[in-house]
């Protein structure tokens, strides 16, 4: 007896209800009975099998990229270290950080819209709304190829976790651990991540938006392992959250009780501290102290501010100090070279490169990231609206493509000069085969293979831009 499904072969469709309810009933009963330890032979930790290896955070990086990483049905878990948790004596505000709450009282409009889009949610504390994924049976489920080898999730009064099973010689092995916080707007995906002490670990299951379902985690999380033991570096932060405070000594020790969450307000207008507390005093006061509106920034600056966190580059210097309306050259050396279509470190779509690209930002005037995008507002999906922004420069009768016109060429720029594509770099692995990310190519061009298939598309009711064959292709001028 055991809460494991049948091998794959007994799966029929008389046991599978037979199974479902084993699942259900019986899962958590013997569950709470492992863990009051009743039947504490039925299941063993997974640290019992040879194929378990604990991990210290600053040998990671050897063994995944100096090819020593292990293969099918083996487990990493990150060291236990017993050291006093890591406390920063600098917290956010005595640097001026506020989360965007502190800015809602005067800006009430601004905050009501920021709190939409996917910036303000690309990091959060877990619960059944930010996590996107199912925690119900079956969809809590990711089987990998190996029938004796998956995960399941679930949440308790505890919290919310992942857990690891493992069958082997007719004996049970699982492994539990906490998501603790959650990377990700779900746009594309979420991952999860866990403390062990004051450390932060990346979590072998992710959130694939796409297929709706849990999935091995992107990049070197290979089907049929367990990676709980890849720290999270701070540059992860720095780019999906506004503040966390790093201790010296470690690639992830982190202070776990002072971090604003999400990229919100102050990472793009500077340091609020002094400004809320001027207006406070001097409510009447309508010219502002003290903040930066990035409008008012050369070309060049507001588009670093954005590139800080959309571009491929090598820091130069600590994180979270980079400040806007700053050279960005002075905290990250920009590879503004990384700029193929299938690019770049670490998984941004390097928009900024991508688009200096484009004739329009070379001969155009004055082409930034807010030419097109509204940082306060969700545009997701509004392409007839990015499309109007296009005929801030051209008009219409500009574009060479004759088989279209009208309104329906009008609001059609996006998908043929600005096509979305799969990047290579971002790679699930299913047990099924490798599923890419869909992402926006910021090169603006003419793609003739993509007008082709949008103009076969526009005489079929549902035509699929996922079948948008890549641009990279066609890159050969
Ligand atoms: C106590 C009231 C108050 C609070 C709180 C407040 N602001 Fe302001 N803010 C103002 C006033 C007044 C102005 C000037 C009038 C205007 O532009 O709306 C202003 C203007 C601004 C501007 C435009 C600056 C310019 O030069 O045009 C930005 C950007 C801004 N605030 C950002 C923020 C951010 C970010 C926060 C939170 C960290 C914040 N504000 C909190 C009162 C406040
Ligand atoms: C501190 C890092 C950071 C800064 C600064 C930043 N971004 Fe982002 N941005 C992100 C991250 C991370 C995401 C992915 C959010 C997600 O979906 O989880 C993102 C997502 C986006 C998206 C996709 C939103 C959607 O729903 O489709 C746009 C557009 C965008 N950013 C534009 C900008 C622009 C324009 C600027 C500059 C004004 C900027 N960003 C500054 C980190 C940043
Ligand atoms: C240099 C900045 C940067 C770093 C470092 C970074 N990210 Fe991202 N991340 C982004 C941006 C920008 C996006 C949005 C994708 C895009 O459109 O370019 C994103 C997207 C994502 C998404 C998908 C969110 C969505 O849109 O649904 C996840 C999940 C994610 N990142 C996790 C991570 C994790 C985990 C790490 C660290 C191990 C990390 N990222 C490091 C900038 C960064
Ligand atoms: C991703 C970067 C980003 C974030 C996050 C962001 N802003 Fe802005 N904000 C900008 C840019 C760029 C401009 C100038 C362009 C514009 O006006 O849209 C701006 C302009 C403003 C202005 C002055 C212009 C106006 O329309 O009144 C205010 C006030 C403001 N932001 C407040 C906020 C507040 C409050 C938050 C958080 C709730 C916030 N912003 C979050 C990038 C950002
Ligand atoms: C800031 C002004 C500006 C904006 C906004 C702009 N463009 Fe352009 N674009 C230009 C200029 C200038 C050129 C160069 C024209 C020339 O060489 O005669 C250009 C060139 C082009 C070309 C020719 C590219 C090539 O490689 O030959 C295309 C296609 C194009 N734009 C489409 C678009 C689309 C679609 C949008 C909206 C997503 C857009 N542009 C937004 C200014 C702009
Ligand atoms: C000429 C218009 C234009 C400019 C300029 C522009 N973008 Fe975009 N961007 C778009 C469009 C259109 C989309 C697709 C939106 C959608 O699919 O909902 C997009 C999507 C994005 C996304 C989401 C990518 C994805 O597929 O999830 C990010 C991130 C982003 N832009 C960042 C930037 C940054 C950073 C800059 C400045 C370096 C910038 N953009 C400049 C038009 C523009
Ligand atoms: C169905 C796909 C499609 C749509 C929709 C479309 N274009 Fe084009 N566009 C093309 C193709 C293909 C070309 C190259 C035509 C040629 O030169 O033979 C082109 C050429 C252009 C050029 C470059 C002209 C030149 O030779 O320098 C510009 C600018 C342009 N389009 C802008 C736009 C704008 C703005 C919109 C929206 C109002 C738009 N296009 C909508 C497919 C499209």
Redesign the pocket.
Known sequence: MSVMPPKKSKWNSCLKPIGVIVGVVLGPMLLWEFFSGRVDDTFHPVTELPSTHRIRAEDWGDLALEGGYPGTGWVLLPEVHDEPHYQSTVLPESRGFLPAAACRECHESKYASFITTAHASTSAEPSLETILASFQAPRNLLQTADPDFWFTMDHTADGYFQQLNIRKNSRAYLHRRSIDLVLGSGNHGQSYLSWEGDRLYQMHVSYLTELDQWVNSPGMYYDGTADFSRPVPVRCLECHATWFAEARNAVNRFDRHHYLLGVTCVRCHGPGLEHVEYHREFPSASVAHRITNPSTLSQDRLNELCAQCHSAGEPIAPAFTYLPGEPLSHYLELDLAADDANNADPHSANQLARLMK???Y??????TCI??HDPHADQRGQLAD??R??L???TQEA?GESNISGSTKETR??D???PARRDQQVKVETKLGAVTALLRDHK???WPLVSEQILNGLQEPHQNLQSVPNPASQEAE
């Open positions: 484009s004739q329009c070379i001969k155009g005037e004055n082409l030419t097109c990015f499309s922004k296009c801030k420069c051209h574009c720029c996006i043929c000069h600005m603006i061009g003419v």
